[in-house]
């Protein structure tokens, strides 16, 4: 079972259908998901993406004015390269070029309509739970880093104290 941060992700959806959407929400409510955003336009997903930050994303591959493949390429320029937001493609086009081409364009992850629910379920959690372990580990990379420096600066100070104190710094006894 999923632990309540990953439950509390914010998800956003895109989609240009309003079942589409609805299905969705209805799916990740049911799941135990809380903080699901959506959108219908694509041309606004940059702005949504920024303005909330989501967790992850589920993104319809075939939309009027901005397709899938659009959106991918104006993320990149939005999620930073040091973060992992994970991006789902959800189509009903299961074409291997279509496949490769999300893929290739930045998706994380690729599910053909209709799409088996609980692999739905399943995909989302090992994905949710992958950004949160990856966060983990980049905060505690960014902490030991910082202890680092500090022991460092203090490691210069006592170095800098023995010179001006004319005492050795390592005695050698033979």
């Known amino acids: 079972m999923a632990s309540d ?6 998800i956003l959806v895109i989609d240009d259908d309003t079942a589409n ?5 209805t799916i990740l409510r049911d799941d ?8 219908s336009d694509s041309r606004e997903a940059v702005s949504l993406f920024s303005y909330h930050e ?17 959106v991918l390429q104006a993320l990149r320029y939005v999620i930073p390269a ?5 991006i789902i493609v959800l189509t009903a086009d299961t074409s291997p070029e279509t496949r490769r081409q999300a893929l290739t364009a930045g998706a994380t992850d690729f599910l053909s309509k209709p799409f088996d629910l609980v692999e739905l ?3 989302l959690e090992t994905l949710l739970r ?10 505690e990379k960014s902490l030991l880093e910082q202890r680092v420096k500090d022991r460092t600066r203090s490691l210069q100070r006592v170095i800098a104290e023995l ?8 005695s050698v006894n033979f």
């Open 5 to 10: 941060a990953i439950k509390k992700a914010k």
């Open 21 to 25: 959407l609805n299905l969705f929400e």
């Open 32 to 39: 135990g998901y809380s903080n699901v955003l959506q959108i």
């Open 54 to 70: 989501p967790d992850l994303v589920m993104l319809d591959w075939r939309m009027p004015h901005d397709g899938g493949y659009e």
């Open 82 to 86: 040091e973060a992992f937001t994970p």
């Open 121 to 123: 379920t399943l995909r």
């Open 130 to 139: 992958l950004r949160f372990m990856y966060r983990a580990l980049r905060d």
């Open 163 to 170: 010179r001006c104190s004319n005492l050795p710094l390592f």
